[in-house]
T-cell receptor
Framework: GAVVSQHPSRVICKSGTSVKIECRSLDFQATTMFWYRQFPKKSLMLMATSNEGSKATYEQGVEKDKFLINHASLTLSTLTVTSAHPEDSSFYIC????????????FGPGTRLLVL | AQTVTQSQPEMSVQEAETVTLSCTYDTSESDYYLFWYKQPPSRQMILVIRQEAYKQQNATENRFSVNFQKAAKSFSLKISDSQLGDAAMYFCAYREYGNKLVFGAGTILRVKS
């Protein structure tokens, strides 16, 4: 159980375009999901916390108008990188939080974004 | 703010042998959760083991076990009978308020055949 999917796995786009990444919890409902960014051989950097039915909470230094997050259902959160630029190229990972006494984050497989 | 420190950037182990990865953390809380996640070359983050701070008993999951020393704020991961598939980046994580995870810098584990 506790499977999280992410789509697409890879995306290449032109500078100035927007890219949407989907994160789905496949076998459980997730009121809370998280979005991370990871640079090569580095740790995960939390970008924002996504709560179903409410606005996302962004970490300090993360531009909320640049990285739009929508958590419209208990199984789906989306991250849209607006007007992407080469410096936005990175590996983006989502996670979904299980509920109950042993709340645990389970991670999606990640999305590699390359902006040309 | 809580911090998590993994002091070993890289570790190597011979297949079938045992290796221990170190992790220390800083917190003023008394009740919290600690995790070890594994990230193989595929980059999929996989939960290895979870420890609740109020439980004195060390968590175990098959070949994986932890040595949780609450007073010392230490949370090391022991991998027994290492296998080639254990080769990965291992992250120690502390769960803070709001269910956010604070990750260490990671330890690359290489398994030699």
């Amino acid at each position: 159980g506790a499977v999280v999917s992410q789509h697409p796995s890879r995306v290449i786009c032109k500078s100035g375009t927007s890219v949407k990444i989907e994160c789905r919890s496949l076998d459980f409902q997730a009121t809370t999901m998280f979005w991370y960014r990871q640079f090569p051989k580095k740790s995960l950097m939390l970008m924002a916390t996504s709560n179903e039915g409410s606005k996302a909470t962004y970490e300090q230094g993360v531009e909320k108008d640049k990285f739009l997050i929508n958590h419209a259902s208990l199984t789906l959160s989306t991250l849209t990188v607006t007007s992407a630029h080469p410096e936005d190229s990175s590996f983006y990972i989502c996670s979904a939080l299980t509920s109950g006494p042993q709340e645990t984050q389970y991670f999606g497989p990640g999305t590699r974004l390359l902006v040309l | 703010a809580q911090t998590v420190t993994q002091s070993q950037p890289e570790m190597s182990v011979q297949e079938a042998e045992t290796v221990t990865l170190s992790c220390t953390y800083d917190t003023s809380e008394s009740d919290y959760y600690l995790f070890w996640y594994k990230q193989p070359p595929s980059r999929q983050m996989i939960l290895v083991i979870r420890q609740e701070a109020y439980k004195q008993q060390n968590a175990t999951e098959n070949r994986f076990s932890v040595n949780f020393q609450k007073a010392a704020k230490s949370f090391s991961l022991k991998i027994s009978d290492s296998q080639l598939g254990d080769a990965a980046m291992y992250f120690c994580a502390y769960r803070e308020y709001g269910n956010k995870l604070v990750f260490g810098a990671g330890t690359i584990l290489r398994v030699k055949s």
